[in-house]
């Protein structure tokens, strides 16, 4: 399995907002500044996060991006799900009911145990290690 590098810098933008949050706006071209890549590709990745409630958006000159959940709050997967969506990674192609399909059922597991770790491991975390 393989997240796109829009959840890479969704990832990597939530964990700098924390790390670096002292109730000011962050800037898109400071952010995007920060990591290197175009403000056009990351005010898409950051309108996924805005229309998530992860982060919210201030138009203008005094404008740019603010955390919207307490940072105690925000998950791996909240963020996962803001740029991936919440579909199954894997299905079936050889059956017409899933739920006959014992390789599904295996996945469907295995897909389960993965949304519950990330859904409890908190970006905020980590962001003493970065």
Known sequence: MKYTKATNYALHTIAYMIKNNKDDKFSLQILADNFNISATYLSKILTELVKADLIQSTPGVKGGYVLRKRVEEIS?????????????LFSCELHDDESGCQIFK????????MKRYLQNKKIYEIVQYM
């Open 76 to 88: 791996f997967m909240d963020v996962i799900k803001a740029t991936e969506g919440t579909g199954a």
């Open 106 to 113: 295996v996945m469907k597991e295995a897909e389960n145990v």
